[in-house]
């Protein structure tokens, strides 16, 4: 008779996955943090939390490993980032399959986020041969200046739950190259992921050899109050954090109330204008992905339609069927484009963000639970609203898949809306009239740190520079010059001749 062996539960593939990645069993197992699948709820790990002494400690490491490693010559660093990216090729199946696990996320989407971290990689590597500084005339004779870019310190990179690993390797990838050390407090959502991208990096560190110092790079795991050590602590000149906008503004204040410097990465409320002359097909493949893809729960997502009346019901109408039809489901049983919430607070504010639409006239579609795998998960129907205004919820990110629409008439009234919001990161115009596009990108169009052409709100490129304005904190990372956030600008003037001129022709002889 045949035996079908039974399907491992989540936690048994976790565990076998952490053990494929290099983790010791004793670093998932038996700690005071139990880690849950938001594909099921059932807990699939415990994790310790780091003490505050722990934590002093690790950053006194970070912060000896940094005095070695800015001696180090920038190409030579990027060679360690090189097989970081080697490393993570290797591993890409599995960490893949761990951020589905920890943080729902579809597969393709798991996978995606490691193909990014492996992008970074690359981009640093070449950028470990640049980091250039410009040479200026000297308005004096026999002089010349110069800036140079010196490695800063050790840099604190705090992130969110809903890009585990990826937003770590912006950071990570750069500040390494850049000569710093790093210190990573991930979300206490998702350690796992956090762990295991610690020991794809070790792997590389030791084939790299004994120039890679001790302490170079490490975790601290726990919540805010960890996290608040390390924005706290002097010895880490840069904190970048990425999460909420209530998050920023305390990370923010803390570290300015001691010189430190913050890239800030906060939340969105990313529109899509949609022009006349706009391609519908493409408008309807862009946005459906671009409102419902991680369900709802990217920074960028898209979260207000801005349609033109002219296409305003065919639109609708159509959109109306897809949110109708899209598959919701477990990431890891099927083919489900839609996952599920992150937890029970992120459906909690979904269904009162949905109240509060009611309430303010929206006219909503969808947003009911969908019974995937019990009480302990929480997927949901993506939500439609028609708004007769950009009031009430519209203006706040809800970070679920809310789709909020609103008429417009005229491309001023449009750009009003899109930008009449306090947050600042990602935008997209839809339309093939070069006048209405231009006026969108130019100055006095869309306020954001990123506005696409044709395309949704979300899924950024690593080669450009990703962030965001108001209350999206203004911070950069990534590709082009982000790199210089990680760094310090030393400006240089050279005296090689035998007077000693002074600037703007001061005389100060003596
Ligand atoms: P969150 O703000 O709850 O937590 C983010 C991180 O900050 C976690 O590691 C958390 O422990 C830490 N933290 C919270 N309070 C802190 C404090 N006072 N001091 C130090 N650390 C603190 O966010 P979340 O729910 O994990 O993620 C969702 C949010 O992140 C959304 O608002 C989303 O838009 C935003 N986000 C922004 C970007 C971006 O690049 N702009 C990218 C991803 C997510």
Known sequence: ????????????????????????????????REVRSPITGEVIASVPETTADEARATIGRAHEAFLKWRAVPAPRRGELVRLLGEELRTAK???????????????????????????ICDFAVGLSRQLYGLTMPSE?????????????????????????????SWNAALALVCGNAL??????????????????????????????????????????????????????PVISATGSTRMGRIVGQRVAARFGRAILELGGNNASIVTPSADLDLTLRAVAFGAMGTAGQRCTTLRRLIVHESVHDALVERLARVYRGISVGSPVAGDALVGPLIDRTAFDGMQKALEAARAAGGTVHGGERVDVNGEGSFYVRPALVEMPAQTGPVVEETFAPVLYVLKYRTLEDAIAL?????QGLSSSIFGTDIREIEAFLSAAGSDCGIANVNMGPSGAEIGGAFGGEKETGGGRESGSDAWKAYMR?????INYGRSMPLAQGVKFDV
Not at 93 to 108: H, P, Q, W
Not at 140 to 167: C, K, M, Y
Not at 489 to 493: E, I, L, P, S, W
């Open 1 to 32: 008779m045949l035996q079908t062996a039974s399907a491992p539960s989540l936690r048994e593939e976790t565990a076998s996955l952490l053990r494929s990645l290099g983790l010791h069993e004793t670093s998932f197992t038996g700690g005071g």
């Open 93 to 119: 199946a599995d960490l893949g399959r761990l951020v589905t696990i920890e943080a729902g996320k579809v597969i393709s989407e798991g996978l995606g986020e490691v193909q990014e971290m492996i992008d």
């Open 418 to 422: 899109q930008n009449g919001v306090p």
């Open 489 to 493: 600008r030393q400006t240089n003037a």
């Open 140 to 168: 004096r004779a026999d002089h010349r200046l110069q800036e140079q870019w010196h490695p800063l310190g050790t840099v604190g990179v705090i992130s969110a739950f809903n890009f585990p690993v990826a937003v770590w």
């Open 183 to 236: 210190v990573w407090k991930p979300s206490e959502k998702t350690p796992l992921t956090a762990l295991a991208t610690q020991a794809i990096l070790d792997r590389a560190i030791q084939r790299f050899g004994p120039d890679a110092p001790e302490g170079l790079s490490s975790v601290l795991l726990g919540d805010a109050a960890v996290g608040e050590a390390l924005v706290d602590d002097a010895r880490v």
